[in-house]
C-alpha cells in the first residue's frame, strides 16, 4: 500500500475508534486521535493544560484552535520520520471549520494526494443504543461495546474485572452528544460529501464487515 491518510466520521457509538486501531494495526499507520492528545495535553500544567481539565470534565468541547494547533504539531513531527505509512485522524473534524482547517494542514505537510474520508453510518436510535448500553471494566477501563458478542459479557474479557456504566454515559450528556453531531459533524460530512469525498459505510453490521467494506475501499 502507498501512503495513505484516513479521516474517520461518525456519529457517537459508531465505533470508528475501534475501526482506526484495526487500520492503524493492518497498515502499520500511527493513530492521531483528538480524545488521546487532549488527555495528553491536560497534564501538561500550565494555563490551557488546566483550563481543559476544567472544561471537558463539565462536558465542554476544546476550542477548535486548540485541536488544530496539536494536530499541527503532531503533523511537523511527522515530518522527521520519513519512513512512515500515514496515520488514522479520529476526531479533528467534528465541525465545518475543523475540516477546512485539517485540509489545509493536510495540503501543508503534503498528505493532501493520500486522503480518504469514511463515515462509519449508524441511525441515531443505534447510536443511542450503544451509548446508553455500552459498559467500562471497572478495573483496566477497557470500554465494552453494545455490539455483537459482547453484548453477552459478564466480566471483562481482558482481566475479568466488573463490568459498569461509564460515569459521563448519563442519557442527558449521550442526548447532547447526539445533538451536537447534528448541529455541527452533519455539516462538516456534507463539506466532504459536496467534493465528492465522503465514503459511507454501513456501521450496522459486524465489527470485522464494517473493516472490511472500510478495505474495499483502500490500495
Ligand atoms: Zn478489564
Same mark, same amino acid.
Given at each position: 500500500?502507498?501512503?495513505?491518510?484516513?479521516?474517520?466520521?461518525?456519529?457517537?457509538? *459508531?465505533?470508528?475508534?475501534?475501526?482506526?486501531? /484495526?487500520?492503524?494495526?493492518?497498515?502499520?499507520?500511527?493513530?492521531?486521535? *483528538?480524545?488521546?492528545?487532549?488527555?495528553? &495535553?491536560?497534564?501538561?500544567?500550565?494555563?490551557?493544560?488546566?483550563?481543559?481539565?476544567?472544561?471537558?470534565?463539565?462536558?465542554?468541547? +476544546?476550542?477548535?484552535?486548540?485541536?488544530?494547533?496539536?494536530?499541527?504539531?503532531?503533523?511537523?513531527?511527522?515530518?522527521?520520520? =520519513?519512513?512512515?505509512?500515514?496515520?488514522?485522524?479520529?476526531? !479533528?473534524?467534528?465541525?465545518?471549520?475543523? +475540516?477546512?482547517?485539517?485540509?489545509?494542514?493536510?495540503?501543508?505537510?503534503?498528505?493532501?494526494?493520500?486522503?480518504?474520508?469514511?463515515?462509519?453510518?449508524? &441511525?441515531?436510535?443505534?447510536?443511542?443504543?450503544?451509548?446508553?448500553? &455500552? $459498559?467500562? !471494566?471497572?478495573? !483496566?477501563?477497557? @470500554?465494552? =461495546?453494545?455490539?455483537?458478542?459482547?453484548?453477552?459479557?459478564?466480566? !471483562?474479557?481482558?482481566?475479568?474485572?466488573?463490568?459498569?456504566? $461509564?460515569?459521563?454515559?448519563?442519557? =442527558? *450528556?449521550?442526548?447532547?452528544? @447526539?445533538?451536537?453531531?447534528?448541529?455541527?459533524? /452533519?455539516? *462538516?460530512?456534507?463539506?466532504?460529501?459536496?467534493? $465528492? $469525498?465522503?465514503?459511507?459505510?454501513?456501521?450496522?453490521?459486524?465489527?470485522?464487515?464494517?473493516?472490511?467494506?472500510?478495505?474495499?475501499?483502500?490500495?
Amino acid at each position: 500500500m502507498s501512503k495513505q491518510v484516513i479521516i474517520l466520521l461518525g456519529p457517537p457509538g *459508531s465505533g470508528k475508534g475501534t475501526q482506526a486501531k /484495526l487500520l492503524c494495526k493492518k497498515f502499520k499507520l500511527k493513530y492521531i486521535g *483528538s480524545g488521546k492528545t487532549l488527555r495528553a &495535553r491536560q497534564k501538561v500544567s500550565d494555563f490551557t493544560g488546566e483550563k481543559l481539565i476544567k472544561v471537558l470534565n463539565k462536558g465542554g468541547l +476544546a476550542p477548535s484552535f486548540v485541536v488544530i494547533k496539536l494536530l499541527g504539531d503532531q503533523l511537523e513531527k511527522l515530518k522527521k520520520q =520519513p519512513k512512515i505509512n500515514g496515520f488514522v485522524l479520529d476526531g !479533528c473534524t467534528r465541525i465545518i471549520h475543523e +475540516a477546512i482547517l485539517v485540509d489545509e494542514a493536510l495540503n501543508w505537510y503534503e498528505w493532501d494526494k493520500k486522503v480518504k474520508v469514511f463515515l462509519i453510518n449508524i &441511525r441515531r436510535r443505534e447510536s443511542f443504543n450503544r451509548l446508553t448500553k &455500552r $459498559r467500562q !471494566c471497572k478495573k !483496566c477501563g477497557r @470500554l465494552i =461495546p453494545w455490539v455483537g458478542e459482547f453484548k453477552k459479557l459478564k466480566k !471483562c474479557y481482558q482481566c475479568g474485572g466488573e463490568l459498569v456504566t $461509564r460515569a459521563d454515559d448519563t442519557i =442527558p *450528556s449521550i442526548e447532547k452528544r @447526539l445533538e451536537e453531531y447534528k448541529k455541527e459533524t /452533519l455539516k *462538516s460530512i456534507n463539506y466532504y460529501k459536496k467534493q $465528492r $469525498r465522503l465514503i459511507k459505510i454501513n456501521g450496522e453490521q459486524p465489527i470485522e464487515d464494517v473493516f472490511k467494506e472500510i478495505l474495499k475501499n483502500i490500495k
